[in-house]
């Protein structure tokens, strides 16, 4: 009986095309327009080194003079921030017996070449969920000013309010909320949730007071307090980096294995909140790393973070 290897499954050239494009597809879906992936963090993520600088400029401040023919107007000054990103270097790999491919009557190999970019689509999200939770432990320095709700009370109108207030007048920019399926039934049974239809053809949206609605079961909860994101498009930022080799095949003949071997470089950032890389211990952060407040630092205003959280028991 002829057995299909890897090497027939997999070949790279072909291979890491799709599943850059794909994860990067899959990734955006999961996050419903949260994550948002562009040239310029593409660049970033090629450009060398682990501590990735994105410095911007402050916006213009101070009083306006009066003109007057005796005195001349007194040049003002426009300053730098520096927000920071960190890369990420991820890798995983699999590994299928000959012997369980035959008595499988199946091609488990194939089936993880298939499975490959959903898998990395979730590990992804974990990444973002994790630096989220990062944010917002850090958040706990500036007074918890992108916080709403203190996780005692149900989610309605009054909390989501204290969420949309959290951006003072940047409200025009939010594009969605991001909840945990208890408490989306909650709103569900109180007829607070629409399905309108997108601009763009004929495919129905849900939406919560206008905003489209992503449910995830893996939105945080913390002993009975689910926390809801309000969020800008684009509020974290992804980057598809340059691992030298993202993908190969290999063949242990004694043990009879087929391996697949997956890597990959990213950026993925919560823009304006710049990285501190105060306690890592690997070559880039685990995930239980980067949802430490110590790694992170709010270096944008309040208004131009694109993320809010909301807490409640449901």
Known sequence: MA???????VVPDVFNPYF???????????????????????????SGGR????????????????????????????????????????????SVNDLATAL?????????????????????????????????????????????????GA??????????????????GLA??????????????????SFEKESMGALEVETYRGLRVIVDRNMPVDTGVYSTYLFGAGAIGMGNGAAPVPSETDRDSLAGDDILVT???????????????????GASPSNAELALAANWDRVYERENVRIARILSNG
């Open 3 to 9: 057995t299909t290897r890897i090497q027939d499954v």
């Open 20 to 46: 850059i494009e794909r994860t990067s597809e899959l990734a955006r879906f999961y996050m419903g327009g949260i994550v948002s992936n562009d040239a310029a963090l593409n660049a970033l993520a090629t």
């Open 51 to 94: 501590i990735l600088n994105m410095p911007f400029w402050n916006d213009l401040s101070g009083d306006d003079e009066i003109l007057s023919d005796s005195s001349a107007l007194t040049p003002a000054r426009i300053t730098a921030g520096q927000d920071k990103a960190v890369l990420h270097v991820r890798g995983k790999a699999w």
């Open 104 to 152: 499988s009557g199946d091609d488990p190999m194939g089936a993880v070449a298939e499975l490959v970019s959903d898998y990395w689509a979730r590990r992804y999200q974990a990444v973002a969920m994790a630096s989220l939770a990062g944010v917002f432990a850090d958040n706990a320095n500036d007074g918890d000013d992108m916080t709403a709700g203190d996780g005692t």
């Open 155 to 172: 989610f309605d109108a009054d909390l989501f309010i204290d969420g949309q207030a959290t951006f003072g007048d940047a409200i025009d």
């Open 176 to 193: 969605g909320i991001a909840m945990h399926p208890v408490v989306y039934h909650g709103l569900k049974k109180t007829d607070n949730i």
């Open 263 to 281: 890597r990959t470089h990213f950026i993925m950032h919560p823009r304006g909140v710049a990285w501190q890389d105060d306690t890592v211990t």
